[in-house]
Nanobody
Framework: QLQLVESGGGLVQPGGSLRLSCAAS????????IGWFRQAPGKGREGISC????????NYATSVKGRFTISRDNAKNTVYLQMNNLKPEDTALYYC???????????????????WGQGTQVTVSS
């Protein structure tokens, strides 16, 4: 069964940090670009970061650049999103997704991805 499972979300104060994990099972992530998306209540799904399959190049949305870092550990079949200096506007349900034909140029489009996780909630509040 092909599956992505996110973990690491929770409640954190503004300025705090969290590390999200995206663990794949049933397939190897070596040949997939992995993207992180988030969706706040009443808003659309926003692509915030992606790491490519071939050379581990990365990109970030302007809203998170300089605060979030995406990385991958192919040996563990897992991708991470380190989130620092969190702000209340980062509050959302965070999803990871895998795409075999995703490039960094097309990585913000949810329809380009093949597999999705169920999401992990991140709440930033004092």
């Amino acid at each position: 069964q092909l599956q992505l499972v996110e973990s690491g979300g929770g409640l954190v104060q503004p300025g705090g940090s969290l590390r999200l994990s995206c663990a794949a099972s049933g397939f190897t992530i070596d040949y997939y670009a992995i993207g992180w998306f988030r969706q706040a209540p009443g808003k659309g799904r926003e692509g915030i970061s992606c790491i490519s399959s071939s050379d581990a190049n990365t990109n970030y949305a302007t809203s998170v650049k300089g605060r979030f870092t995406i990385s991958r550990d192919n040996a563990k079949n897992t991708v991470y999103l380190q989130m620092n200096n969190l702000k209340p506007e980062d509050t959302a349900l965070y999803y990871c997704a895998a795409g075999s034909r995703v490039s960094l140029r097309t990585s913000r489009l949810p329809e380009n991805y093949d597999y999705w996780g169920q999401g992990t909630q991140v709440t930033v509040s004092s």
